[in-house]
């Protein structure tokens, strides 16, 4: 099992309160605490980055970890979203790119809007890597909620996408709310905590905020950077 986290503008880090260390100090903290991987959120809707996503891929990726970013959705156009979350994060063709499908009082982004989305991600990381690439998707109740009625060329097309699932607990559930199965027959990542609720661990060295995110990879670390960015 490798363990990884999530983090945005709002964790803290070591270096954020302890101006005698660096970022990178930080992150060696958490890769020597275990953690194999970061996946930042770079931006929401078609106008928020995350100022911290730039330095911090930085001083993580120097250290050697693996390297992701998040995309948070909201209602807004959905080509001008996924070009403002290409914009931002700045993928390469070993850049894990996930559609953060939660969730947001602010204003939903539709299955069939985020159906869009990563149709027009898909084409633009195809393109970066030069061979097919697909997004992830991030998700946990809102999914499964919204898919109860899904066609069943929509579940192959996400099916296509690994499912990053959010799922607090000691069991990973990968139903639907009327019990059917989801399209995926396993997860990619599993987020099993956050915001101190869940299994154990709630915090990794390196990060002072209390009850992050934390996912787990089911798998060896060469099997993790193989299918990273695919």
């Not at 996924?82 to 299955?111: C, I, K, Y």
């Not at 809007?113 to 998707?137: H, N, V």
Request: hydrophobic letters at 35%; aromatic letters at 10%.
């Amino acid at each position: 099992m490798i363990l990884g986290v999530d983090l945005y503008h709002g964790d803290v880090l070591q270096s954020d309160v302890n101006h005698h260390i660096t970022d990178e100090d930080s992150f060696s903290m958490l890769q020597r605490g275990g953690c194999q991987f970061v996946i930042h959120k770079a931006t929401q809707g078609s106008g928020v980055t995350d100022k911290l996503y730039a330095p911090r891929r930085k001083a993580a990726e120097s250290v050697g970890l693996l390297w992701g970013a998040y995309h948070f959705n909201t209602g807004d156009n959905v080509p001008s979203q996924v070009q403002h979350f290409l914009d931002a994060a700045q993928p390469n063709a070993n850049t894990f790119m996930a559609l953060d499908f939660e969730d947001n009082r602010g204003g939903n982004m539709s299955l069939s809007s985020a159906i869009q989305f990563l149709e027009i991600l898909d084409r633009e990381l195809t393109k970066i890597a030069g061979e097919q690439r697909y997004a992830k998707i991030y998700s946990g109740n809102r999914i499964k909620e919204t898919i109860t009625n899904a066609d069943a060329p929509t579940r192959v097309f996400l099916a296509k996408h690994d499912l990053w699932l959010c799922q607090y607990g000691p069991k990973a559930k990968l139903i639907d709310h009327n019990a059917r199965a989801l399209p995926w027959s396993n997860y990619f990542l599993w987020q099993f905590t956050g915001d101190g609720i869940g299994p154990e661990p709630h915090n990794m060295p390196g990060v002072v905020t209390k009850g992050i995110d934390i996912n787990r990879f089911d798998g060896s670390i060469d099997e993790l950077k193989s299918e990273w960015s695919k």
